[in-house]
């Protein structure tokens, strides 16, 4: 991205705030912009191949994908790189706290709701363990 759409990124900011955007705000907008110009490179530099995005349901992973996505809208806007596919893979371990569970699937599922306007380029992948069994040895 160019130093103009940080810009117009920080003048959203201040419109959906409705408030002056802090100076620690300002920092986060310029780490997305420059997430998204990593995101950009990477696309231009390796083109054609696809993409795994780990996903745990955690803020990280989250972030990730988030950028992930914004990054594909942007490109299919401007026409620019796309990923060959987009895989996002969560290991479902059967092992974690159901309530954490259902709302890691349940965010999984608004992702590949969202996903679907970019015509199967990206695919939502849950990893489970064989019945009757589980991941630990």
Request: hydrophobic share 40%.
């Amino acid at each position: 991205m160019t130093m103009d759409n940080s810009s117009v990124l920080q003048a959203f900011l201040k419109e959906a705030t409705n408030c002056k955007v802090s100076p620690s705000l300002e920092r986060v907008a310029g780490k997305v912009v420059d997430a998204l110009e990593i995101f950009r490179e990477a696309t231009k530099e390796f083109p054609g191949l696809p993409w795994e995005i780990g996903f745990s349901g955690g803020k990280d992973s989250s972030v990730v994908c988030h950028l992930a996505f914004e990054h594909i809208r942007q490109s299919l806007i401007d026409g620019s790189t796309l990923p060959k596919k987009v895989y996002i893979l969560y290991s479902d371990t059967l092992l974690d706290f159901p309530v954490l569970r259902m709302h890691t699937l349940s965010t999984l599922r608004s992702m590949e709701q969202y996903a679907n306007r970019f015509n199967s380029l990206v695919e939502i992948k849950v990893l489970k363990p064989a019945e009757g069994e589980d991941f630990l040895v």
